[in-house]
């Protein structure tokens, strides 16, 4: 044990001693007045004399034993109320676990550029160094999972290669199961099945910051060793979301959260990335600069109180948040970065990224008993094996599976369940919107021409339909919720209906009746409006995983990878994660292995729907870099960051070993009215 001359309540102390000793000094300056007595003998005249001042008020201050003993006692009971404290090494007991952190936050790097689980590996061998000859210990990694690095040994060497062997992950960080695995291990031991063993101590290195730290509980005593240090910088992305505008699916709209961890509020900018996916080149990730926008960000740590003052008093606004939109017709991924890397300590949370995926291949039918027009502008989109069927067959066979429909005159009694369905010169049964009838036939109308269009709308966008001239045309009723692209001088000439798991696109005019087939509009309309439905019929982006998930790839997209179903696929990850090759199982749903770190993944060869799998840290406990000063579930002892030093306090000890003895002699004194 190593003293230091340290108080945690000098102050206390010291405004005591200003007012006891003074206090005890005092009585023994005082005198007692004593009555008058008259004696007829001179035997008392000696101690008479010595009492010639006894009426004063004051008198000189005598050897007393007494008062020597008193001051001592006071001067050990101030010292007690001080508080001081001695820190001493504390070593391994005779059986210890060993917890080491691996989670993302224990990559931080700190001032000196190591790592906060090299720090903590560092002090865990330092901990294996103190081992006794008969001592034994084991060591567990954690993070939200937990795994046996090495089973309980009395070999220090063997130790210290397993704690070498952590290595990092992006993963968040939970104790439970880690402590779980403690006890687990422990009651294999033979010994500690005895009640009179003492149980194992548990150290834990780590900065602290457990995802479930309540109700946490251990047969054991635990002591956390603090890693990291509180002024560690760290700007993070703590939110990202991605998705396509519902009304241009084509347009998507981008949103990103950031979060400052640092002590200081400070100024960023956050950056918008965007790498095409090549179908022929999938290894390449070329990412070009969209657009860049600033950040106002306060400390996370900061109170409600330093906002308000900071806002009030400095004229800081704050601002943790952006938004972008951009067009994408294709495949891409889109990243989304902060660029204040300067003293950043946690790269993991620098960037973060979302796959937008590639227009289907779309699926086409085409019912109509003859239509050149319609034919060769279906022909000019390139569609894979678009199909034809006559009217009667698709009422007789009703087909599903199709992308979208295109209905020549006819008006469908019924339809599938769901899909996209474009209608010319007809309007199906069971919608809300109807053609206007009269003594049960179609109202017609003549001589139907344009009055205006929606030019902002992706289906009509860039289109000159000034001059569209229809013979005749359906009188369509349009209920409010129905958006009217073109809109004619005798009322609607199409319009967009959404209803259940349907988009209808109703033409109400049959274009063998009018102009617009001649007209070079016609043929871009169609293709704009094949892209619309295309991509509008699944307006999600592909989710982003989290670190350590592991996902499912579907039977049916390994049986669509290229070159027929793999029989082992190759896991590429970001910079640095080593290749994985995972045999493919004869049957059943594919699991990929835990994807640890942050990036962006593929697969070889490429699984359909799984070119890309984005993992993302968006965990704002983990990029929080403030050490916590308490141990995890409340129970147990934490020692400061950058040392094993536990702390002692010794005013009990001063008190049972000092003050107590004092004070029986004191009161032995006191009896036996002994003075020098």
Not at 5 to 20: E, G, H, I
Not at 285 to 295: C, I, L, N, T
Not at 553 to 565: F, M, S
């Amino acid at each position: 044990m190593s003293w230091v001359p340290s108080f945690l309540n000098p102050l206390a102390a010291a405004l005591a001693a200003a007012v006891v000793v003074p206090s005890l000094l005092l009585l023994y300056f005082l005198k007692l007045r004593r009555k008058e007595m008259e004696f007829a003998s001179t035997i008392l005249w000696k101690k008479s004399i010595q009492d010639l001042q006894v009426n004063a008020p004051f008198q000189k201050l005598r050897r007393n034993l007494l008062l020597l003993l008193q001051l001592l006692l006071l001067m050990f009971l101030l010292l007690a109320l001080s508080r001081p404290i001695s820190h001493y090494t504390p070593g391994a007991a005779k059986s210890s676990v060993i917890l080491i952190d691996r989670s993302a936050s224990m990559s931080a790097k700190e001032i000196d550029g190591t790592t906060r689980l090299d720090a903590a590996k560092k002090q865990a061998k330092e901990l294996v160094d103190t081992m006794d000859r008969n001592a034994t210990s084991m060591v567990i990694a954690f993070d939200e999972d937990a795994k046996v690095a090495q089973a309980f040994t009395s070999d220090r060497a063997v130790l210290k290669r397993a704690i070498d062997s952590i290595e990092p992950t992006d993963r968040k960080t939970n104790l439970k199961l880690a402590y779980q695995l403690a006890e687990a291990q422990v009651a294999f031991i033979p010994e500690q099945n005895r009640t009179n063993v003492e149980p194992p101590q548990v150290w834990v290195y780590s900065d602290g910051r457990v995802a479930d730290s309540d109700g946490l509980t251990i047969k054991a005593p635990v002591t956390l060793v603090q890693v990291g240090s509180d002024q560690a910088k760290n700007i993070g992305i703590v939110a990202l979301s991605a998705k396509r505008n519902y009304d241009r699916p084509t347009e998507v709209q981008i949103f990103a959260r950031l979060a400052n961890f640092g002590p200081d509020a400070i100024k960023a900018q956050a950056q918008l990335s965007i790498s095409p996916i090549d179908p022929n080149d999938p290894a390449i990730d070329a990412f070009v600069v969209s657009r860049v926008a600033e950040v106002s960000l306060p400390p996370d740590r900061w109170s409600e109180q330093q906002r308000t003052d900071a806002e009030k008093n400095d004229g800081f606004v704050a601002r943790d948040s952006v938004e972008f939109t951009v067009d994408l017709t294709t495949a891409a991924v889109i990243k989304v970065e902060q660029m204040n890397r300067d003293g950043d300590a946690l790269a993991a949370d620098d960037a973060a990224l979302v796959v937008v995926p590639p227009p289907k291949a779309l699926s086409l039918l085409l019912v109509t008993d003859g239509n050149f027009f319609l034919e060769k502008a279906v022909d000019s989109l390139k569609l894979q094996k678009p199909q034809q069927m006559t009217p009667a067959d698709f009422d007789q066979k009703l087909p599903g599976d199709f992308d979208v429909i295109i209905f020549d005159r006819h008006s469908p009694k019924a339809l599938p369940a769901g899909g996209n369905f474009i209608y010319f010169g007809g309007v199906p049964a069971g919608i809300k919107v109807t053609m206007d009838e009269k003594e049960g036939a179609p109202v017609v109308i003549e001589e139907q021409t344009v009055l205006d269009w929606r030019r902002e709308h992706p289906i009509l966008r860039h289109l000159n339909l000034g001059k569209i001239y229809a013979a005749t045309a359906l009188k369509l009723n349009v209920p409010p919720d129905t958006q009217t692209l073109i809109d004619g001088i005798k009322g609607p000439m199409m319009v967009l209906h959404r209803e259940g798991r349907g988009t209808h696109l109703i033409v109400g005019f049959d274009v063998l009746q009018s102009n617009w087939p001649l007209r070079v509009s016609f043929p871009i309309f169609l293709q704009q409006a094949m892209q619309f439905l295309a991509i509008g019929a699944d307006l999600s982006v592909r989710e982003s995983f989290a670190p350590g998930a592991s996902p499912i790839l579907p039977r049916g997209n390994l049986a669509r990878a290229a070159g027929g179903e793999p029989k082992e696929i190759e896991v590429v990850g970001p910079p640095g994660h080593k290749t994985v090759t995972v045999p493919v199982l004869v049957s059943g749903d594919f699991a990929l292995p835990p994807l640890d770190r942050v990036g962006m993944y593929r697969t070889v060869p490429i699984v359909p729907q799984y070119e890309r799998l984005a993992v993302n840290l968006l965990d704002s406990a983990e990029s929080n870099l403030l050490p916590v000063k308490t141990v995890p579930g409340g129970a147990g002892e934490a020692i400061a960051s950058g040392s094993r030093k536990s702390r002692l306090e010794l005013w009990w000890w001063i008190i049972a070993c000092v003050g107590l003895p004092l004070l029986m002699i004191e009161w032995w004194v006191y009896t036996r009215r002994v003075h020098l």
